[in-house]
């Protein structure tokens, strides 16, 4: 059964770069599925941010394009996400996601000072 | 970017059945919007409920089910449980990008 877990720093500065990490477990990260990222600002809804396939190929919201990347790294069965430029806008749940059917449980990143 | 539209709240009675609907702003909802359903409590990561308008996962209560309707992706849940109350998200494929709704607040009651 595969497992999702993110990792990564539960706070960030204004102007930084948000950098958070998927940890996959019991599946390859180059299976042929999309991993994504989406978050939720607190008490609102989904936002999805984007996702990647194991050969490199991505998929970003528009709104978000110019400062979204994410990547995969086989190594370490892993994909990850890096958001720069960041804002309190940005202060959020984090998930990742196998194809939408199988989620993370969630990080909590705020951005501030 | 599209926008993906719906109903902020719904009240259903244990028991009763209740239709939740997704529009998009670009026009009517179709199989190629490859509709998704989720559900989430508070607190907890959102849960998958159905995929490409009306396919179920092996975790998917038979009483949820889901359908285009009047140009709109459609979740109808019949014999509502009380543990049913929650928040329920479409999600969308608009052409690339993956776009959710706005969520909706089911109340059980």
């Known amino acids: 059964q595969v497992q999702l877990q993110e990792s990564g720093p539960g706070l960030v500065k204004p102007s930084g770069t948000l950098s958070l990490a998927c940890a996959v477990a019991g599946e390859s990260v180059s299976s042929n599925y999309w991993w994504s990222w989406v978050r939720q600002p607190p008490g609102r809804g989904l936002e999805c941010i984007g996702q990647i396939l194991h050969t490199g190929s991505t998929n970003y919201n528009p709104s978000l394009k110019s400062r979204v990347t994410i990547s995969v790294d086989k190594s370490k069965n892993q994909f990850s996400l890096n958001l720069s430029s960041v804002t309190a806008a940005d202060t959020a749940v984090y998930y990742c996601?196998?194809?939408?059917?199988?989620w993370g449980q969630g990080t909590m990143v705020t951005v501030s000072s | 970017q599209t926008v993906v539209t719906q109903e902020p709240s719904l009240t259903v009675s244990p028991g009763g059945t209740v239709t939740l609907t997704c529009a998009s702003s670009?026009?009517?909802?179709?199989?190629?919007?490859?509709p998704n359903w989720f559900q989430q409590k508070p607190g907890q990561a959102p849960r998958a409920l159905i995929h490409?308008?009306?396919n179920k996962y092996s975790w998917t209560p038979a009483r949820f089910s889901g359908s285009l309707l009047g140009g709109k992706a459609a979740l109808t849940l019949s014999g509502v449980q009380p543990e049913d109350e929650a928040e329920y998200y479409c999600l969308l494929n608009c052409g690339g990008p993956w776009v959710f709704g706005g969520g909706t607040k089911l109340t059980v009651l």
């Open positions: 670009t026009g009517a909802v179709t199989s190629g919007y490859y």
């Open positions: 996601a196998r194809n939408f059917d199988t």
């Open positions: 490409n308008t009306n």
